[in-house]
């Protein structure tokens, strides 16, 4: 529609409008492929750049500026709130979050479930000035915070840093299931302080990133995970994404009842067999395939065609991509997406 500002694409299409054409942003548009972003980080580490209102703000608002996405995304990590409940984390260049003390016995949970989540919401006052500070710049176009999944943030702290199968974690639920329930109600309840100081300060959607959901089986996520996604989810008003890799068997599922208002789809799965599997009364947020990114503009300019026709099968659309952008992305590619698509009408 002519004279609605393009501000508001995104809203419109999480409540179930669908606009001429679908709003556009990038997970992890925000850091590792921008070279103003590696000139600013210079002498820094990334977590005590997360808690720097003034270093998190400008990293926020560098891509949305150079690539005139429909949407900021908060520049943080799915850890910040783990670190400001006191625990002990560290991100290892090159490698991610690293953890000093791995919870892995009942004893371990009740030390780190002592915190009381209360204390991460007193803590985050940068977290809010970082983002009244990016809201207050950005004007009509909507930021976007986020928070990690109980599931992935624990994948982390049981093994102690990053995995392939998350095995530890996932064990943890058979061999104890009171103290995994114990740490993923308390892991959802810091995620939920997390997005709400987002959103307190201005944040006008949030994304749950259950990024390593996928290594789990249906029967595990309903009774272990699901019911902790939805408690961190649902401590919010604004609309909801909930995003997973490799979660083909997990989508209705990952709507967590009606919690989600869209759900992100990797780029294993087309959106219409996703919009299938999920629903009329969903958006569907994807799925550009991160590796086409290096392919001849003409490849992937179909590929993005492709992209946006299947995903006029669900009821609206958010363009995006099916995983965060690799760090050596060029990153003029993802700006000639945006144009792409802004000269597309659907
Ligand atoms: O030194 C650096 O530049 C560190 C690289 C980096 C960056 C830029 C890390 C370490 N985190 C971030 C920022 C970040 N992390 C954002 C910023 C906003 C944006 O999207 O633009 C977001 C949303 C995250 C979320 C995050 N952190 C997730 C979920 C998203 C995903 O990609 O699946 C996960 C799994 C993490 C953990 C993490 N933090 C950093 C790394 C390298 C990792 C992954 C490690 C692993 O492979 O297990």
């Known amino acids: 529609m002519d004279g609605v500002p393009t501000a508001s694409l995104l809203l419109r299409a999480l409540t179930g409008d669908r606009p001429d054409r679908p709003p556009v942003w990038f997970m992890?548009?925000?850091?590792?492929?921008?070279?103003?972003?590696?000139?600013?980080?210079?002498?820094?580490?990334?977590l005590d750049a997360c808690?720097?209102?003034?270093?998190?703000?400008?990293?926020?608002?560098?891509?949305?500026?150079?690539?005139?996405?429909?949407?900021?995304?908060?520049?943080?990590?799915?850890?910040?709130?783990?670190?400001?409940?006191?625990?002990?984390?560290?991100?290892?260049?090159?490698?991610?979050p690293v953890f000093a003390n791995p919870v892995r016995t009942a004893s371990d949970v009740a030390r780190i479930t002592a915190?009381?989540?209360?204390?991460?919401?007193?803590?985050?006052?940068?977290?809010?000035?970082?983002?009244?500070?990016?809201?207050?710049?950005?004007?009509?176009?909507?930021?976007i915070g986020f928070a990690g999944a109980p599931f992935t943030l624990a994948a982390y702290l049981v093994e102690g840093g990053p995995s392939k199968e998350h095995l530890r974690a996932?064990?943890?639920?058979?061999?104890?299931?009171?103290?995994?329930?114990?740490?993923?109600?308390?892991?959802?309840?810091?995620?939920?302080?997390f997005l709400q100081a987002q959103t307190d300060a201005g944040a006008s959607a949030v994304q749950l990133f259950d990024s390593w959901a996928g290594s789990l089986s249906v029967a595990d996520y309903r009774a272990f995970v699901a019911p902790h996604s939805q408690a961190a989810l649902a401590a919010v008003t604004v609309?909801?994404?909930?995003?997973?890799?490799?979660?083909?068997?997990?989508?209705?599922?990952?709507r967590l009842g009606t919690t989600a208002d869209a759900v992100g789809v990797d780029w294993r799965t087309?959106?219409?067999?996703?919009?299938?599997?999920?629903?009329?009364?969903?958006?569907?947020?994807?799925?550009?395939?991160?590796?086409?990114?290096?392919?001849?503009?003409?490849?992937l300019a179909a590929h993005v065609d492709d992209v946006l026709r299947r995903g006029r099968a669900a009821r609206a659309h958010i363009l995006n991509l099916g995983h965060g952008v690799p760090p050596d992305t060029d990153p003029t590619v993802l700006t000639r997406i945006v144009e792409h698509v802004?000269?597309?009408?659907?």
């Open 28 to 46: 992890r548009q925000a850091g590792r492929s921008l070279p103003e972003y590696r000139d600013l980080r210079v002498g820094t580490r990334m």
């Open 239 to 254: 609309p909801r994404i909930h995003f997973g890799v490799g979660t083909a068997h997990l989508l209705p599922d990952m």
């Open 115 to 143: 915190v009381d989540p209360g204390e991460v919401a007193a803590a985050a006052e940068p977290i809010r000035a970082a983002v009244r500070a990016v809201v207050s710049e950005l004007g009509d176009t909507p930021l």
């Open 51 to 96: 808690l720097t209102p003034d270093l998190a703000a400008e990293i926020t608002l560098q891509p949305v500026r150079r690539h005139g996405v429909d949407a900021g995304i908060f520049f943080s990590d799915i850890v910040v709130p783990l670190r400001l409940a006191g625990i002990d984390v560290e991100i290892e260049p090159g490698r991610g």
């Open 170 to 193: 996932r064990a943890m639920m058979h061999a104890d299931p009171a103290a995994w329930h114990a740490l993923a109600g308390w892991l959802a309840q810091v995620s939920a302080a």
């Open 342 to 346: 802004h000269a597309t009408a659907s």
């Open 270 to 299: 087309p959106l219409d067999e996703a919009a299938a599997a999920l629903g009329p009364d969903v958006t569907v947020q994807g799925n550009i395939d991160p590796a086409l990114l290096r392919a001849p503009w003409e490849v």
